[in-house]
């Protein structure tokens, strides 16, 4: 049995992070087959516009927002992977404007060939992330399982009037997004042995990274819609919000904030292009105006843990701005929110 000192997590795998997500395209499919006739009147965001956490109305102005996320190992080691697993699960509140209460674990182990004491080091980094998000890890269920699985299901609530829901983008708005991308890439060059430390480092560094501030930006009303950007993209949590909200985007590549540039186009030289990268684009290629290489494998790149993308109005922009400073966050805006033409693509670059 292996234990903690001699372990690499990811060989004990077949996906990584928010890369194991199911496609897009599949996942469609499979909710398709539900049904959905029964109706439950304080159901105020479900599986309908594919947003970030559940959320019923509890009659007093407030809502409880419920979420679960789980995944298998992105990094190696186990305490950071409990950290990245954690964090990546509460990020779902605080995409709805909520604040956390309590998070509970799932936990899946293969006991045949990893050590009880490393899946305690997986448990202990998502208690870590839980006490910096000020909440509880409050039990969980575990199961022996053929390959590592670690997440946790988290309950928030949320002042109805700073719902954030994903599907409610208003043409003119402008585009925010508060963390960098590129971890897919970065983390498939860990994988082939090609990355430097200090860019893994600057991957852990941006996963384990809690989304506290949409907290704060719910408050602005401005903020007409937000998100967080994990496996299907940016390109596809951006096409979530524009499907949803019937508009259209246009994205400036040179304004999306990025890991070390010049080091991603050099891993995807070396062909580090995450699988889900792919998987993406065939799912929702169809909706987007990007060319095939660098450009569009970056902006379908799956992200674990992502940065918050936000819609915001005109009106609102400098406020965001001052929040994204007070946090140390970019302040870039990547793009705008458009008019929807049914014969033209969803997503252009300008």
Known sequence: MIMSDSIRLTQYSHGAGCGCKIAPGVLHTMLSC???DTNYPTLIVGNDTKDDAAVVDL???TGIVSTTDFFMPIVDDPHTFGRIAAANAISDIYAMGGTPLMAIAILGWPIDKLAPEVAGEVLEGGRSICAEAGIP??????IDSPEPIFGLAVTGRVPLANLKANASAHVGDVLFLTKPIGVGM???AEKKGLVSPEHIQAAIASMTALNKVGE???ELPGVNAMTDVTGFGLMGHLLEMCQGSGTAAQIDFEEV???DRVALMDYHKQGCVPGGASRNFNSYGKHLDIPEGFTRDLLCDPQTSGGLLLSVDNASIEAVKKILRDHSLP??????ITEHNEDDKIVKLI
Do not use: E, F, W
């Not at 890890?137 to 575990?142: E, P, Q």
């Not at 302040?331 to 705008?336: D, K, Q």
């Open 34 to 36: 539900m049904n959905r």
């Open 59 to 61: 009659g007093d102005g």
């Open 137 to 142: 890890l409050a039990g969980g269920h575990s």
């Open 186 to 188: 970065i983390t498939t």
């Open 216 to 218: 704060k930006l719910s």
């Open 257 to 259: 904030p990025t890991l």
């Open 331 to 336: 302040v870039n805006i990547i793009g705008n």
